[in-house]
């Protein structure tokens, strides 16, 4: 490939991995080590990326390995290159059986009680950036590393299927939000639906907002009935009678 391929003389693109809305994904080799990893970077530049918060990474969070400006190409952030799937991709060939179901119930929450501890919340979490890497899932979108996104974004930002009511109704994400798209994601892992499936944008709102959804027992018998109830709970349509935090809901579930 050409030095045109090369970001910020260092980081060369190989294959385009993903987009979505937000931005693109791409392998790409490193130039130093010559290490496959990934990077991010937005689908329209809007100036530079902004500084990444002093944490403590959690494990069950994507590894960042470097960030930077390319006067070409905009902001960028590099990532360790996962190999694996997606939940989606998982729960596309069938849902998770109990052994998988429940890992997966308590990495997700591991990791998203770490982003609420530091004092984040997610508001977006979907089947889509929970990624089954060998033994262990990964969040790969964190809040604190969001780019700029293209265009203008309507009130309603986020997946439809796991967003929650009080954000359909245009109040602000909060770490109950966060439980209750987690209870749509451990709902769809055991039964292979989404709490409101719906055929369109509009019936899924519609749904959320006004029914409550079918009990997880009746669309996945034989499921632990004591998680079963726990994971409806994360469903309550008022927040109030939510768990404060992920850290409280892992409380619960223990």
Known sequence: MSEESLIAGRYRLLELLGAGGEAEVYRVRDERDHADVALRRPRQPQGEA????????HPGWVRLLDSGFDPARGPFQVFELLQGETLRQAVQRGPLDDAAWKKFITQSLDAVAALHDAGWVHGDLNADNFFHAGTAWKLLELPFLR??????RSTIFGSI????PEQLQGQPADTRSDLYALGCLFYYAATGEFPQPGQTRQEVVIGILRFPPAPLL????????RLAGWVMGLLERDPQKRAASATEARRLLE
């Open 161 to 164: 299927h796991s967003l929650s």
């Open 147 to 152: 780019l700029a996104p293209p265009g203008p």
């Open 50 to 57: 902004g500084p990444v918060p002093a944490l403590d990474f």
């Open 218 to 225: 009746e669309k996945s018998p034989g499921r632990d009935p």
